[in-house]
């Protein structure tokens, strides 16, 4: 019992922090390690309705390889790790440790009695352009490689999948590649089994999008899919049907324009049919390209208008997503301005009109210009610090003018990190990636801070090197939110 106890108090002490979903912050499993699933899917096990996460697994520094992980959840946010669902092995034509496991998704297969896990199986060259299958007889693995497959003869990429809710019928969805006679998009119908592509439900026919995901609501289907601009963010776009065979609409952005899609790409998303109502959510990959391990994910919920036919991602900063009555409720913070803030050096207040009290504050940079929130109100325990910033540098070095964010002459930079310090404590300086914007835009990035009780703190926030330079992002605001219950 007391073992039984401690155990329990020591996966609160490590856990309590994730009662909340908080997109773009730095996730950790039950165990304390970063959440390592990318470009996943969330699959629901029917019998005990838990929440299955698996995605692509990625060791520092691996780019191919690293397999499939998989996590369980009853909340959607205390997540427990379970390893590796499918384990890469050694000089395996699919599955060696060098080759493209890509865009896992699992669903539960009546005919077989078993799970069959579905992902796009590749070569480093992506030549091979196949669709894996693996199967388990438990939801959480370990699976076993079946084979590689050309879907109908043709080639297969960005892997998604979809499981009619109302006739129980399983579709892949997935590109067919970046070759001039592909770049189209296939949703095809499985057989009974699940175990291989029956027919061509539709096809969008040179429209060379990628990671896509279909949401079905009670009257639509609703696809969504990114532009090709490798892991840099893009205008997601989504198009709406009656039916899975179309007729399809015209694509349209889900997100505002120039948020490229609030830094993220789709590749999931997920039906929570709640007690009191049904919740839609997005499951993006926000990508780290300098480390791909490290990248984080943006969940946020859809808002879905079946007369005017639109969907729209909502952003909330910090949201609780209660998984049994399926309600959504953003969590409220305190804001402090940059207009009421301190600047320091060549750091100053400037005119801005599409921020808040028509102010920003600009010139940070280094140890010696930098800004400083006053009179913080914080609790005496950790909690979420959204810092809402503008990163104007897209349109600067990019080879390819307003298109490709955070490039230095065709490279991947990650041009604004900034130093956050609380209370003048310069021995623990915490680092905020201040992904691009655009001019005019400004995004909210989260940091997990220790403020102390009371009214008294102070927030100051510099630039980091990002290996040229130390500038920051132009601030508008922070928001501080209450620390999570029971923390
Ligand atoms: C794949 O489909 C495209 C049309 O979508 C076609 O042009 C191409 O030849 C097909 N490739 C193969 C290998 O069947
Ligand atoms: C979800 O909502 C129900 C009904 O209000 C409540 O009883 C339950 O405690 C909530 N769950 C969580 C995890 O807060
Ligand atoms: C980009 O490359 C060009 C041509 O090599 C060079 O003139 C320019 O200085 C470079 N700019 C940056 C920011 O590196
Ligand atoms: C930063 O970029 C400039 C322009 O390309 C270059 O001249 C300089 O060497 C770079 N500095 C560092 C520290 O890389």
């Given at each position: 019992?007391?073992?039984?106890?401690?155990?329990?108090?020591?996966?609160?002490?490590?856990?309590?922090?994730?009662?909340w979903?908080?997109?773009?912050?730095?996730?950790?499993?039950?165990d304390?390690?970063?959440?390592?699933?990318?470009?996943?899917?969330?699959t629901?096990?029917e019998?005990?309705?838990?929440?299955?996460?698996?995605?692509?697994?990625?060791?520092?520094?691996?780019?191919?390889?690293?397999?499939?992980?998989?996590?369980?959840?009853?909340?959607?946010?205390?997540?427990?790790?379970?390893?590796l669902?499918?384990?890469?092995?050694?000089?395996?034509?699919?599955?060696?440790?060098e080759?493209?496991?890509?865009?896992?998704?699992?669903?539960?297969?009546?005919?077989?009695?078993?799970?069959?896990?579905?992902?796009?199986?590749?070569?480093?060259?992506?030549?091979?352009?196949?669709?894996?299958?693996?199967?388990?007889?438990?939801?959480?693995?370990?699976?076993?490689?079946?084979?590689?497959?050309?879907?109908?003869?043709?080639?297969?990429?960005?892997?998604?999948m979809?499981?009619?809710?109302?006739d129980?019928k399983?579709?892949?969805?997935?590109?067919?590649?970046d070759?001039?006679?592909?770049?189209?998009i296939?949703?095809?119908?499985?057989?009974?089994?699940?175990?291989?592509?029956?027919?061509?439900?539709?096809?969008?026919?040179?429209?060379?999008?990628e990671?896509?995901?279909?949401i079905?609501?009670?009257?639509?289907?609703?696809?969504?899919?990114?532009?090709?601009?490798?892991?840099?963010?893009?205008?997601?776009?989504?198009?709406?049907?009656?039916?899975?065979?179309?007729?399809?609409?015209?694509?349209?952005?889900?997100?505002?324009?120039?948020t490229?899609?609030?830094?993220?790409?789709?590749?999931?998303?997920?039906?929570?049919?709640?007690?009191?109502?049904?919740?839609?959510?997005?499951?993006?990959?926000?990508?780290?390209?300098?480390?791909?391990?490290?990248?984080?994910?943006?969940?946020?919920?859809?808002?879905?208008?079946?007369?005017?036919?639109?969907?729209?991602?909502?952003?909330?900063?910090?949201?609780d997503?209660?998984?049994?009555?399926?309600?959504?409720?953003?969590?409220?913070?305190?804001?402090?301005?940059?207009?009421?803030?301190?600047?320091?050096?060549?750091?100053?207040?400037?005119?801005?009109?599409?921020?808040?009290?028509g102010?920003?504050?600009?010139?940070?940079?280094?140890?010696?210009?930098?800004?400083?929130?006053?009179?913080?109100?914080?609790?005496?325990?950790?909690?979420?610090?959204?810092?809402?910033?503008?990163?104007?540098?897209?349109?600067?070095?990019?080879?390819?003018?307003?298109?490709?964010?955070?490039r230095?002459?065709?490279?991947?930079?990650?041009?604004r990190i900034?130093?956050?310090?609380?209370?003048?404590?310069?021995?623990?300086?915490?680092?905020?990636?201040?992904?691009?914007?655009?001019?005019?835009v400004?995004l909210?990035?989260?940091l997990?801070?220790?403020?102390?009780?009371?009214?008294?703190?102070?927030?100051?926030?510099?630039?980091?090197?990002?290996?040229?330079?130390?500038?920051?992002?132009?601030?508008e605001?922070?928001?501080?939110y209450?620390?999570?219950?029971?923390?």
């Amino acid at each position: 019992m007391l073992t039984l106890q401690l155990a329990l108090l020591s996966s609160l002490c490590t856990t309590a922090l994730a009662r909340w979903i908080v997109p773009g912050a730095r996730w950790t499993d039950t165990d304390g390690q970063i959440a390592n699933a990318h470009a996943g899917c969330v699959t629901i096990e029917e019998d005990t309705g838990l929440f299955w996460w698996f995605g692509e697994y990625k060791a520092e520094g691996q780019v191919e390889g690293g397999g499939i992980s998989v996590y369980s959840s009853e909340d959607l946010v205390t997540w427990q790790h379970h390893g590796l669902a499918l384990e890469p092995i050694e000089n395996h034509e699919y599955i060696s440790p060098e080759a493209v496991i890509q865009r896992p998704k699992v669903v539960y297969s009546e005919a077989t009695g078993k799970y069959h896990m579905w992902w796009h199986a590749d070569d480093s060259k992506y030549s091979l352009l196949l669709q894996g299958l693996a199967t388990s007889d438990t939801i959480g693995g370990p699976y076993e490689f079946v084979s590689a497959t050309a879907p109908l003869g043709n080639w297969s990429q960005d892997f998604g999948m979809l499981t009619d809710y109302k006739d129980g019928k399983t579709y892949a969805l997935y590109s067919n590649g970046d070759r001039v006679d592909a770049r189209d998009i296939y949703l095809t119908a499985f057989n009974d089994d699940i175990t291989e592509l029956d027919v061509v439900t539709h096809r969008w026919d040179k429209f060379d999008l990628e990671a896509p995901t279909i949401i079905q609501t009670k009257q639509s289907y609703f696809a969504l899919m990114s532009h090709k601009t490798g892991y840099r963010p893009n205008n997601v776009v989504a198009f709406r049907a009656d039916s899975l065979s179309g007729p399809w609409s015209q694509p349209f952005m889900v997100a505002p324009p120039n948020t490229r899609t609030f830094n993220s790409q789709s590749g999931f998303s997920l039906r929570i049919e709640g007690t009191e109502t049904t919740t839609y959510l997005y499951m993006g990959d926000q990508w780290d390209q300098r480390s791909l391990w490290e990248s984080r994910y943006i969940w946020l919920p859809m808002r879905i208008n079946e007369e005017k036919k639109t969907l729209e991602l909502e952003w909330h900063d910090v949201y609780d997503l209660n998984v049994t009555t399926g309600i959504v409720s953003p969590i409220e913070g305190t804001a402090y301005y940059g207009k009421d803030a301190t600047v320091s050096g060549d750091a100053f207040k400037q005119e801005a009109n599409f921020a808040d009290y028509g102010t920003i504050v600009t010139g940070i940079e280094g140890n010696d210009n930098t800004v400083t929130f006053a009179g913080v109100k914080g609790a005496g325990r950790p909690q979420w610090v959204s810092f809402y910033y503008q990163n104007t540098d897209d349109m600067g070095f990019g080879d390819q003018p307003g298109g490709t964010p955070d490039r230095i002459n065709g490279t991947w930079v990650l041009r604004r990190i900034s130093s956050v310090v609380v209370n003048g404590n310069e021995e623990e300086v915490h680092t905020l990636y201040e992904r691009d914007t655009h001019k005019g835009v400004i995004l909210s990035t989260p940091l997990l801070l220790s403020l102390n009780e009371g009214d008294a703190n102070t927030i100051t926030v510099g630039g980091l090197s990002n290996g040229n330079g130390t500038k920051g992002a132009d601030l508008e605001k922070i928001i501080v939110y209450p620390p999570e219950p029971g923390v």
